[in-house]
Structures are given as C-alpha cells and as structure tokens.
C-alpha cells in the first residue's frame, strides 16, 4: 500500500472516536482539547491537511509540527505523548499524529484563561468531561480486588436506575436528596464496578443501568 492509498484508507473511514481531521492549526490551546480527549478516552489521531468532508488540502509548512508539540508539551496537563508523520498524498502533504490513551488519567487542557479543563471523547466530539469522570479517574488508583457496602444510599441509586431509563447527576441529586459530591462519589464507584454507564444525551451525560 502506498503513502497515498494508506492516507486515503484512513479519510475513508470519516471522523469517528479514534479520529479526527484537521484543515489546518492555528490555535494550540484549541488542539490540546483534542489531544486530552483522545488520551482520556482511547487513544486517537489526528489527520492535519484534511477537510472535514475528507478533502486533502495539505499541510503548509512544517508550522504544525510545532504547533502539535506546543500543544502536547505546553498546553495539556501532563504533557501529551504524540508520534507525528507526513505522508505524501496526492502531491500534498499531510501530517498523521497518533496519540495513545494516558496512564495518567486526566490528562487537562488549559484554556484562554489558564485554565485546566478535561476533555473525553464521544463519537467525533471532545465533550467537556464531567466531575463523575473526574471522580472515576481519581478513584482509579485504589487497589484491586476493593469491597463496596451496599448501603441504604447505593439500594436506593439503583431503584432510581430502575425507576427511570436514565438520570442526569442533578435529577439524582434531587430525587435521592444526596449531596452532589456524595452523588459524583456513588456515580463513579458503580461506573467503576460496571454497575452503571455514562450516555451522552441531549448534548449532556446522564447515566443509566449497564445493559
């Protein structure tokens, strides 16, 4: 397979979890978003040069390189681990950065205003993660094999779950009467033990029972 055939079997497969396109960078702040949603969900790469229809435009110079670096090493929170190449397509050049899923979950992105912000990625959108995510990733360093008493608190979460298809984390809050630490806390242990899952819907998580 060409440089070519493969680049073009990538654009195939249009933006999806574990892929994005990029026309050009000009912001680095706005591609460490992408970066930390890759590395806090599974991984992805990013194809510079390409329009979101999939139409090679190229890269210009060798500026993205440095823009991807400054964004890894500058603007992401630890420093984000990419391995760049260009691929000649077409008679242009696009840049193919791959970034692996981090150890060190959460990996954040600073914003305009200094501020560190962790991203997941759903389908081909980096969503603002949520305290919940931030919880599971905290909780994530505990040993294994770790017991959960099921408590009045836990038996009535799961009734709710019953009760209703899905529920955001302030309708359980309000139903349960629970603090929302307390609720971000519980939420995250059962997403842990694969009791309950995350859904993105109506452009906000909610969580339901895992089927």
Not at 16 to 29: G, L, M, N, P, T
Not at 132 to 160: A, C, D, F
Request: hydrophobic share 35%; charged share 30%.
């Amino acid at each position: 397979m060409t440089e070519s055939e493969y680049v073009h079997s990538l654009i195939a497969e249009g933006e999806h979890v574990h892929q994005d396109f990029k026309f050009e960078i000009s912001d680095a702040r706005k591609i460490a978003k992408t970066l930390s949603a890759f590395a806090n969900t599974e991984g992805g790469r990013l194809l510079i040069g390409v329009k979101d229809n999939g139409r090679v435009a190229g890269v210009r110079s060798d500026e993205e390189r440095y823009m991807i670096e400054a964004a890894a090493r500058l603007y992401c929170v630890p420093q984000v681990k990419c391995r760049m190449r260009t691929y000649q397509v077409d008679g242009r050049s696009v840049l193919v950065v791959a970034v692996d899923e981090s150890d060190h979950k959460p990996v954040y992105a600073k914003d305009e205003d200094g501020r560190r912000l962790a991203y997941v990625r759903i389908k081909d959108e980096n969503i603002l993660a949520t305290p919940v995510h931030l919880r599971i990733w905290q909780q994530s360093g505990n040993p294994q094999g770790e017991l959960m008493e099921v408590t009045g608190r836990e038996q009535l979460l799961l009734r709710l779950m019953e009760e209703n298809e899905s529920l955001s984390l302030s309708k359980y809050c309000r139903l349960a009467h629970v603090p929302r630490r307390a609720a971000e806390h519980l939420l995250a242990k059962l997403v842990r033990y694969g009791i309950v899952e995350p859904v993105f819907e109506g452009h906000k998580f909610h969580f339901r029972l895992k089927r």
